[in-house]
């Protein structure tokens, strides 16, 4: 793998790890699944599917962003709204 691809993979796994720390179904369940979904992939050497890979990752960033979104969302609804009837 190459300098840069690496420090885009580096980042990825940084990143995801950070914000598996309030995955709903606890972090060492989503450090588990991170770790295996890295292992799966650690002997792609073609640069142009490390490249997919990391898009893909970026997309699940961006996904679980607005998933701890929503839950912050809803949590300040409920806070401070009175439930329909």
Same mark, same amino acid.
């Given at each position: 793998?190459?300098?840069? *691809?690496?420090?885009?993979?580096?980042?990825?796994?940084?990143?995801?790890?950070?914000?598996?720390?309030?995955?709903?179904?606890?972090?060492?369940?989503?450090?588990?699944? *991170?770790?295996?979904? !890295?292992?799966?992939?650690? %002997?792609?050497? %073609?640069?142009?599917?490390?490249?997919?890979?990391?898009?893909?990752? %970026?997309?699940?960033?961006?996904? *679980?962003?607005?998933?701890? !979104?929503?839950?912050?969302?809803?949590?300040?609804?409920?806070?401070?709204?009175?439930?329909?009837?």
């Amino acid at each position: 793998m190459a300098d840069p *691809l690496r420090g885009q993979v580096m980042r990825l796994y940084k990143t995801l790890l950070y914000l598996g720390r309030e995955y709903p179904q606890g972090a060492a369940y989503f450090r588990e699944r *991170l770790k295996s979904a !890295f292992m799966k992939n650690k %002997d792609v050497t %073609d640069p142009e599917n490390i490249q997919k890979l990391v898009a893909r990752g %970026d997309f699940v960033i961006k996904e *679980l962003e607005a998933l701890y !979104f929503l839950r912050k969302y809803r949590a300040m609804k409920k806070r401070y709204y009175e439930p329909e009837k």
